[in-house]
């Protein structure tokens, strides 16, 4: 199991960001996948999460309403679409595969939010 971020970066706020989450080593179609965030001095935060179909979400009270997550699985990959960041979105993002039994982690991708 393989999953790699990108699309990470310093903005401005109020700006956007679109991170990218490439899967391999597994049937990406058939599992739900997650996004979470890990910022200094805060315990790990989930995101997002989307279904295997595509056709369910969920999203942190923090980021609902600015944050969109999708997916293709025909090309096995997530993506997480950021607006309206704040410096509060600062953080190391994360995808993120229970798969098996076994939790599976990118090396993740940092977003900093800064004027």
């Known amino acids: 199991v393989q999953l790699v971020e990108s699309g990470g970066g310093l903005v401005q706020p109020g700006g956007a960001l679109t991170l990218s989450c490439a899967a391999s080593g597994f049937t990406f179609s058939s599992y739900p996948m997650k996004w979470f965030r890990h910022a200094p001095g805060k315990e790990r935060e989930l995101v997002a999460l989307?279904?295997?179909?595509?056709?369910?979400?969920y999203y942190s009270v923090s980021v609902k309403g600015r944050f969109t997550i999708s997916r293709n699985n025909a090309k096995n990959t997530m993506y997480l679409r950021m607006n309206s960041l704040k410096p509060e979105d600062t953080a190391i993002y994360y995808c993120n595969a229970d798969i098996e039994k076994a939790s599976s982690w990118g090396q993740g991708t940092q977003v900093t939010v800064s004027s």
């Open positions: 989307i279904n295997s179909a595509g056709s369910y979400t």
